[in-house]
């Protein structure tokens, strides 16, 4: 019942829903007690050879009218509990979602994305059953089964229903510990369904990877292994589960002896009728549903318990990232990085130190070093995926970011990061992605600026192209294009290229920034890169080492100090010549 309390809140709220619908229960259950009397009048009737066609005529309509009844009580009640109940999903699903999109990226680190998709759907079906089914059992157990129990005591024999009713105390005390051992059960099921469902995922995504490798055997039996374990976990269930049945059965069928073979008796004392006895013997098999009821309560709950505190468990956590604010929006200004030092969530090791300096608007920044020199951290702490303590502070137009309304602090930028994710749609849905009704030519202006737009014509259906999983059927230079255009399409105040051209050839890099430089004059742009070339005409550049800022200046200040930046610089550009003389040799030697 714990599961209830929890569920208080709702209950109250889908009142209405629920009174409308137990009623409806209440008078199924009345009417259902007709039947059965006129079944024992027919019978006493017929032994005392009264029974008359208009008498006969008289119980059929009785029982026809019972039935219509019935039948539309039924489906309003259905209506109404179930309907609510599917509400109910509906209200977990979204506050589930909500939380999902508000979280830091901490949080999807720590969460396996297979775990918060069993969440959303395995969980949040459990507890709908509970609130609808759960409901639809208790109150049909208590309605049904105290209406036919006050009906049997009153109209036919209080003796001969106590009777029939000793079994029951030992049925309650198994089914109560049939249903916390399901629980116990059930939550190692759904533990095991969350790994199987993160794995799936997992093995879609990284397909090529796997195929590449030649891992696909591997994978299988990795699968196979972590399907078992479910299909395991689930039989331990499924065996509890199915001890409530035959356990109910065994008590009725204790109960049907004691109330013939005592009954019997009764008849042969002249202390009921046979009618009476038959209608006795009705009404008891009418007590096997709510029986059964009762027990299939116990399983709903346990397992609606089990998925509730779960999604409790999610929703507790506590966001990483401060969204409360003080100024809702400003103007796009100038960026200043006063850092002393970060450390992200569950590292020892400083990521950053003594980070300072200042970006003025309609400036190109760029930022170069190794990998795990600190490129991303001040982009993450920029579009704060992660929140800076108190002695540390980032800017953007004066205003401390941290006092920003986050939705509108990250409306100003255009992201555009190394792991280029694109939906299982058409490219112009992708590339519209932030505006689906977007004017097509808008679409073909972002797509000429990232250099995309050639290779999307050559494409059969252009931008039509249904794109796979994360674009799987584009190269990777053509998914960072798109991703690009994606950016670009919102005109954004800000635009961070975070590693977004690795997959391009120069003279494609080239070009993009080319169009950049044209099309954005007096916007802020942020590129990281690898390849010096990237940044060559940025405003501001910064060599990241180990997290510090080893360098920086413009390129010609930067190439005049003979740095890290220099000597990569010309390696980087001695490496492209070679290159491009070694092409240039093969043609030619194809040509002759």
């Given at each position: 019942?714990?599961?209830?309390?929890?569920?208080?809140?709702?209950?109250?709220?889908?009142?209405?829903?629920?009174?409308?619908?137990?009623?409806?229960?209440?008078?199924?259950?009345?009417?259902?007690?007709?039947?059965?009397?006129?079944?024992?009048?027919?019978?006493?009737?017929?032994?005392?050879?009264?029974?008359?066609?208009?008498?006969?005529?008289?119980?059929?309509?009785?029982?026809?009218?019972?039935?219509?009844?019935?039948?539309?009580?039924?489906?309003?009640?259905?209506?109404?509990?179930?309907?609510?109940?599917?509400?109910?999903?509906?209200?977990?699903?979204?506050?589930?979602?909500?939380k999902y999109s508000e979280m830091s990226s901490s949080f999807f680190g720590r969460k396996r994305t297979g775990d918060l998709m069993a969440h959303a759907t395995?969980?949040?079906?459990?507890?709908?059953?509970?609130?609808?089914?759960?409901?639809?059992t208790i109150a049909d157990s208590i309605i049904m089964g105290g209406a036919v129990l006050i009906t049997m005591a009153l109209t036919v024999s209080p003796k001969?229903?106590?009777?029939?009713?000793?079994?029951?105390?030992?049925?309650?005390?198994?089914?109560?510990?049939?249903?916390?051992?399901?629980?116990?059960?059930?939550?190692?099921?759904?533990?095991?369904?969350?790994?199987?469902?993160?794995?799936?995922?997992?093995?879609?995504?990284?397909?090529?990877?796997?195929?590449?490798?030649?891992?696909?055997?591997?994978?299988?039996?990795?699968?196979?292994?972590?399907?078992?374990?479910?299909?395991?976990?689930?039989?331990?269930?499924?065996?509890?589960?199915?001890?409530?049945?035959?356990?109910?059965?065994?008590?009725?069928?204790?109960?049907?002896?004691?109330?013939?073979?005592?009954?019997?008796?009764?008849?042969?004392?002249?202390?009921?009728?046979?009618?009476?006895?038959?209608?006795?013997?009705?009404?008891?098999?009418?007590?096997?549903?709510?029986?059964?009821?009762?027990?299939?309560?116990?399983?709903?709950?346990?397992?609606?318990?089990?998925?509730?505190?779960?999604?409790?468990?999610?929703?507790?956590?506590?966001?990483?990232?401060?969204?409360?604010?003080?100024?809702?929006?400003?103007?796009?200004?100038?960026?200043?990085?006063?850092?002393?030092?970060?450390?992200?969530?569950?590292?020892?090791?400083?990521?950053?130190?003594?980070?300072?300096?200042?970006?003025?608007?309609?400036?190109?920044?760029?930022?170069?070093?190794?990998?795990?020199?600190?490129?991303?951290?001040?982009?993450?702490?920029?579009?704060?995926?992660?929140?800076?303590?108190?002695?540390?502070?980032?800017?953007?137009?004066?205003?401390?970011?941290?006092?920003?309304?986050?939705?509108?602090?990250?409306?100003?930028?255009?992201?555009?990061?190394?792991?280029?994710?694109?939906?299982?749609?058409?490219?112009?849905?992708?590339?519209?992605?932030?505006?689906?009704?977007?004017?097509?030519?808008?679409?073909?202006?972002?797509?000429?600026?990232?250099?995309?737009?050639?290779?999307?014509?050559?494409?059969?259906?252009?931008?039509?192209?249904?794109?796979?999983?994360?674009?799987?059927?584009?190269?990777?230079?053509?998914?960072?294009?798109?991703?690009?255009?994606?950016?670009?399409?919102?005109?954004?105040?800000?635009?961070?290229?975070?590693?977004?051209?690795?997959?391009?050839?120069?003279?494609?890099?080239?070009?993009?920034?080319?169009?950049?430089?044209?099309?954005?004059?007096?916007?802020?742009?942020?590129?990281?890169?690898?390849?010096?070339?990237?940044?060559?005409?940025?405003?501001?550049?910064?060599?990241?080492?180990?997290?510090?800022?080893?360098?920086?200046?413009?390129?010609?200040?930067?190439?005049?100090?003979?740095?890290?930046?220099?000597?990569?610089?010309?390696?980087?550009?001695?490496?492209?010549?070679?290159?491009?003389?070694?092409?240039?040799?093969?043609?030619?030697?194809?040509?002759?």
């Open positions: 019942m714990a599961v209830f309390k929890k569920l208080w809140w709702f209950f109250k709220r889908e009142k209405k829903s629920y009174i409308v619908g137990i009623l409806m229960l209440v008078l199924v259950a009345l009417l259902e007690l007709v039947p059965p009397q006129i079944i024992g009048r027919f019978i006493d009737r017929i032994t005392a050879s009264t029974l008359e066609v208009s008498t006969l005529l008289t119980y059929g309509g009785i029982l026809l009218v019972v039935a219509i009844l019935a039948y539309v009580f039924r489906f309003f009640w259905r209506v109404m509990i179930f309907g609510a109940a599917n509400r109910l999903g509906k209200l977990l699903r979204q506050q589930l979602f909500k395995n969980d949040i079906n459990a507890v709908q059953m509970t609130a609808g089914q759960g409901i639809l001969l229903t106590i009777i029939a009713m000793i079994p029951l105390p030992f049925m309650v005390i198994l089914t109560s510990y049939y249903g916390h051992l399901l629980s116990r059960l059930f939550k190692i099921a759904q533990a095991a369904f969350s790994s199987l469902n993160d794995k799936s995922q997992e093995s879609v995504t990284g397909i090529k990877v796997t195929k590449t490798f030649g891992y696909e055997k591997e994978d299988l039996k990795d699968f196979e292994k972590l399907s078992a374990e479910v299909v395991d976990k689930n039989l331990k269930v499924a065996k509890v589960d199915a001890l409530f049945d035959p356990t109910i059965t065994a008590i009725i069928a204790c109960s049907y002896f004691l109330s013939i073979f005592f009954g019997a008796r009764m008849v042969l004392a002249s202390e009921i009728s046979l009618g009476q006895l038959i209608t006795f013997t009705t009404y008891l098999g009418m007590m096997i549903w709510p029986l059964l009821a009762l027990g299939w309560f116990f399983n709903l709950t346990e397992r609606g318990r089990a998925s509730y505190d779960r999604i409790e468990d999610i929703m507790s956590i506590k966001n990483d990232i401060d969204i409360n604010y003080q100024v809702e929006e400003i103007e796009t200004g100038d960026i200043e990085f006063n850092i002393q030092s970060f450390t992200f969530p569950g590292s020892n090791e400083v990521s950053l130190k003594d980070i300072h300096f200042e970006l003025k608007k309609g400036q190109t920044l760029g930022i170069v070093g190794y990998t795990g020199s600190g490129k991303t951290a001040l982009i993450r702490l920029l579009l704060r995926e992660y929140d800076l303590r108190s002695d540390n502070v980032i800017k953007l137009n004066g205003v401390d970011i941290k006092d920003l309304k986050i939705e509108n602090l990250r409306e100003k930028f255009g992201y555009v990061p190394q792991d280029n994710f694109l939906f299982s749609t058409t490219i112009r849905n992708n590339i519209a992605f932030t505006d689906p009704s977007i004017d097509i030519n808008k679409i073909h202006k972002a797509a000429e600026l990232s250099y995309i737009h050639e290779d999307i014509m050559n494409f059969k259906d252009g931008y039509e192209t249904v794109v796979g999983e994360r674009g799987v059927s584009l190269s990777g230079g053509q998914k960072q294009r798109i991703a690009i255009a994606r950016a670009l399409i919102q005109k954004p105040e800000i635009l961070i290229l975070d590693d977004s051209l690795s997959a391009v050839d120069g003279e494609t890099e080239a070009a993009i920034l080319n169009n950049l430089n044209q099309e954005r004059k007096g916007k802020t742009n942020i590129i990281t890169a690898h390849r010096m070339s990237a940044v060559r005409q940025a405003d501001l550049i910064l060599v990241m080492e180990d997290g510090e800022i080893k360098e920086r200046g413009d390129h010609n200040f930067l190439m005049n100090n003979n740095g890290w930046y220099s000597k990569t610089y010309r390696a980087q550009s001695l490496k492209e010549s070679l290159s491009e003389a070694l092409d240039e040799s093969l043609k030619e030697g194809d040509d002759q």
